[in-house]
């Protein structure tokens, strides 16, 4: 299907685990985001790659790796999974033909750290 | 760096009456703005953009926004609330010195009572 999916969209596992979330886009967007989502502080960026090999920090990267071999795959994996990361997990992607075009979601991964 | 503040983190609003969902931005140049919704256990879909075109933007299930540089705001207007406008609303923005990164508030949520 076309669009962007992640996987898996629920996920438990136990403190001290390593963790990779899943992100496909089949749009060849240019630009890719992994945000998490708290309450009270919304969306927040974690990390976010411009292009195949190309990625950046966010504002919250601490015990997040990101890795971009493929244009249509951006995977986000917690290396030793603490219960500060239980959260709401983002996937998005923008064409990057121009600034100003919006973001398009993933149906998100609830992750639970026990 | 850019950033957006929503005043409110829950509005409560009665069926047919007017919804308004504060948004204020801060950015050094001319930003582009966005209203994303999210329904539950759903990513984000976008509402309305502004991209510089128009100052008052019109977006899908009779929502608009209006850009008021002076203000530095972009609030979220609707005349009449439905039942089904229940949910989380994100004010976004994108553009100048962050380029394509995407920067979120921390969200409104809206609940409409019959």
């Known amino acids: 299907d076309a669009g962007i999916t992640q996987s898996p969209r629920y996920k438990i596992t136990e403190t001290g685990r390593q963790v990779t979330l899943m992100c496909h886009q089949t749009w060849s967007h240019s630009y890719m985001f992994w945000y998490r989502q708290d309450l009270g502080h919304g969306l927040r960026l974690i990390y976010y790659s411009a292009a195949a090999d190309i990625t950046d920090k966010g504002e919250v990267p601490d015990g997040y790796v990101v890795s971009r071999s493929k244009t249509e795959n951006f995977p986000l994996t917690l290396e030793s999974a603490t219960r500060s990361q239980t959260s709401v997990y983002f996937c998005?992607?923008?064409?990057?033909?121009?600034?100003?075009?919006?973001?398009?979601f993933g149906q998100g991964t609830r992750l639970t750290v026990v | 760096a850019q950033s957006v503040t929503q005043l409110g983190s829950h509005v409560s609003v009665s069926e047919g009456a007017l919804v308004l969902l504060r948004c204020n931005y801060s950015s050094s140049v001319p930003p582009y703005l966005f209203w994303y919704v999210q329904y539950p256990n759903q990513g984000l879909q976008l509402l309305l953009k502004?991209?510089?075109?128009?100052?008052l933007v019109k977006g899908i299930n009779g929502f608009e926004a209006e850009f008021k540089k002076s203000e530095t705001s972009f609030h979220l207007t609707k005349p009449s609330a439905h039942m089904s406008d229940a949910a989380e609303y994100f004010c976004?923005?994108?553009?100048?010195?962050?380029?394509?990164?995407?920067?979120f508030g921390a969200g409104t949520r809206l609940f409409v009572k019959a």
């Open positions: 998005a992607s923008i064409t990057g033909g121009a600034e100003g075009t919006e973001a398009f």
């Open positions: 976004a923005v994108s553009g100048g010195t962050g380029g394509f990164k995407t920067i």
């Open positions: 502004y991209t510089s075109a128009a100052t």
